[in-house]
């Protein structure tokens, strides 16, 4: 969080700065995320349907929250016109819902959602 705070306190922070680089100093790779996770368990899925499973969620449970915020939670921002002029990014509503979500999802024993198992 300090190293954050510092970035977020510079005059003029350097806009292709990366926070956290990948193994040979450029972004990282899909490789080192979620999709790493699920490939060293052996699922064949994408990281697509976990993406899905939120939005989705999100749609049918939670409309106390915009569509905008889900959306930016998955990382997506209006683009066009709206993104020039909407600048917002929904922190304190992001945090909300996903705080939700993860009540959903529950510890393990009482998750509701299907645990990942591996392939043979």
């Known amino acids: ?5 510092a970035i977020k306190g510079a005059d003029e922070p350097d806009s ?3 926070v956290f680089k990948g193994r ?5 790779s899909e490789h080192t995320g979620m999709l790493a996770v699920l490939r060293r368990l052996g699922v ?21 929250y915009p569509r905008e ?4 939670c998955l990382g997506h921002f209006a683009g066009g016109v709206e993104g ?5 990014d929904f922190i304190e509503l992001r945090r909300g819902l996903l705080e939700k979500w993860a009540g959903f999802c529950g510890a393990p024993e009482t998750a509701n959602v299907v645990p990942l198992r591996r392939t043979a």
Do not use: C, F, Q
């Open 1 to 5: 969080m300090a190293l954050l705070e």
């Open 16 to 18: 292709t700065a990366l």
């Open 24 to 28: 040979w100093g450029g972004p990282l």
């Open 44 to 64: 064949k899925e994408t990281v697509h349907g976990m993406r899905s499973s939120l939005r989705t969620w999100a749609a049918d449970t939670a409309p106390e």
């Open 69 to 72: 915020v889900a959306e930016a």
């Open 84 to 88: 020039i002029y909407n600048r917002a």
